[in-house]
């Protein structure tokens, strides 16, 4: 890559590319707002432009149209509840509704209906981890509460289960002295 990063995002386009966003590493301030391109076919990066903010911890995850939806994550001086979508067809980031609540540290999942289902998290205040969700739309560009989890989670996963169920697993919680979580909890959309 151009740029050393970690804690950042990486997505498989539909063509085959893999986009690489954001991230913390060795620029001014820590965190990263450039993007990179990798082609598969000729082994290399090119640059992808820039994010519409700096972040690093964020989700990204690739919508039903092909586009991705990046969101949240920390820019060194605080935690994010924006959101921005990349379109690979004009190859530009565009911002899109902000989340309700400022997180880092949680895990999205696309719902069998196109939405995009954002639990758990971390925003940096009193340790506490959210057990909170939220939804975002991507016909609305808008994201809606979507209930939430029976405990405060940070660095889960989210998986979408075959009957349109989304499994969350592990995670810190449900406050930094919690340490890791053996528990699960289903999603029902």
Do not use: C
Not at 36 to 60: H, N
Not at 74 to 103: C, I, W
């Amino acid at each position: 890559m151009a740029t050393a990063r970690y804690d950042h995002t990486a997505s498989l386009l539909a063509d085959g590319r893999v986009l690489v966003a954001g991230g913390a590493g060795e620029v001014a301030g820590g965190v990263n707002e450039s993007a990179e391109l990798y082609d598969p076919k000729t082994g290399k990066f090119t640059p992808a432009g820039s994010l519409t903010a700096a972040r690093s911890g964020a989700t990204a995850t690739t919508l039903s149209d092909g586009r991705i939806l990046i969101a949240g994550g920390e820019n060194g001086p605080g935690f994010l509840a924006s959101a921005e979508v990349y379109d690979s067809v004009t190859g530009k980031f565009a911002a899109t509704g902000s989340m309700q609540t400022a997180r880092t540290a949680q895990a999205a999942a696309l719902l069998s209906d196109g939405r995009v289902l954002i639990v758990g998290g971390w925003d940096g205040s009193k340790g506490l981890h959210h057990s909170s969700a939220e939804a975002y739309d991507p016909k609305a560009g808008s994201f809606s509460p979507a209930g939430s989890m029976a405990i405060g989670r940070a660095a889960p996963t989210a998986t979408l289960l075959s009957d349109g169920r989304v499994l969350i697993t592990g995670g810190f919680g449900p406050d930094d002295f919690g340490g890791p979580l053996a528990s699960a909890e289903l999603y029902q959309p």
